[in-house]
């Protein structure tokens, strides 16, 4: 029964990683950008809706759709008028300016919100059922249904709409899009913007679940650049699958090695990616 209680903490953790790679996963097969700052706007996201829960009173789930607008708009202007710039630029010069957004963001939020750890704690938070003798907490299991459903919208919107279809053709053919009236630039800023909103919802679980601070954006961007090598740029199903892989083997090391070792699954994976193959992983999975 333990083995089985471990599970199910995984995937519902598995699930939150998940949607935190879905953002960087976007941005990643259409700009080609491996973005940096992705784990700082998680972290943005979760104090987001936390403030909207502290000062507005808003029920954490439905304080994410704002949440998701705000960070679409942040990302949108980021990319617009900044990122844009350097574009077409070597893997270098991205990594370097987003590394330097990272850096900037966890500052200005250190200095707007204080170091201090943050928790979402709605009415519900100590809420649980249990099934078969598995104990499945609530607000753990909304976060899991939350990340599977933008998931789902994600792929729908690839897949069905004429955003989506403009989105894809830009990432496999630039030249061919633009033949067909595509505006890079405009198509560029709002997939980052929608890869903001991404990272947005999944900050937002995240202070459900955990703590923000402002310094946790290095680890969950580590993490979602993991998840996104495991499960390619182009599946949000299949990114979803590499969150539950690590969420899995990070609750089974939590029990079985200890809690101090969680992050060390990911980052030893990262170490194992990048020593097997460093140029696939700068070009995407």
């Known amino acids: 029964m333990l083995f089985a209680q471990i599970l199910v903490n995984g995937v519902m953790l598995g699930g939150l990683y998940g949607l935190m790679a879905l953002g960087m996963a976007l941005v990643w097969g259409v700009l080609n950008i491996v973005n940096l700052a992705h784990g700082a706007f998680v972290m943005l996201g979760g104090y987001c809706v936390y403030f909207l829960f502290t000062g507005l009173h808003l029920d954490p789930f439905a304080a994410l759709p704002i949440a998701m607008v705000v960070m679409f708009v942040v990302g949108y202007l980021l990319q617009r008028y900044l990122l844009n710039l350097i574009i077409r630029s070597s893997h270098l010069n991205t990594l370097l300016i987003t590394f330097g957004l990272d850096v900037v963001l966890t500052y200005l939020a250190q200095l707007a919100f204080s170091a201090d750890f943050r928790a979402i704690n709605p009415t519900y938070a100590g809420s649980n059922v249990t099934l078969l003798g598995v104990t499945i907490p609530l607000v753990r299991f909304g976060a899991f249904l939350t990340a599977l459903v933008l998931a789902a919208a994600l792929w729908v919107m690839l897949e069905r709409t004429r955003l989506g279809h403009s989105i894809r053709a830009t990432s496999q053919n630039l030249i061919a899009a633009r033949l067909y009236g595509v ?30 601070t402002p310094y946790i954006g290095a680890t969950l961007t580590a993490k979602s650049f993991v998840i996104t090598i495991m499960g390619g740029l182009d599946n949000p199903f299949g990114i979803i699958l590499g969150g539950l892989f690590i969420g899995i083997a990070e609750a089974l090391a939590a029990i079985y090695i200890g809690p101090t070792f969680t992050d060390a699954i990911s980052f030893g994976l990262l170490v194992l990616i990048l020593v097997a193959r460093p140029a696939r992983s700068l070009r995407g999975a």
């Open 183 to 212: 505006d890079p630039a405009q198509l560029y800023a709002v997939t980052f913007g929608l890869g903001a909103a991404l990272a947005g919802a999944a900050g937002g679980l995240y202070g459900m679940v955990s703590q923000v």
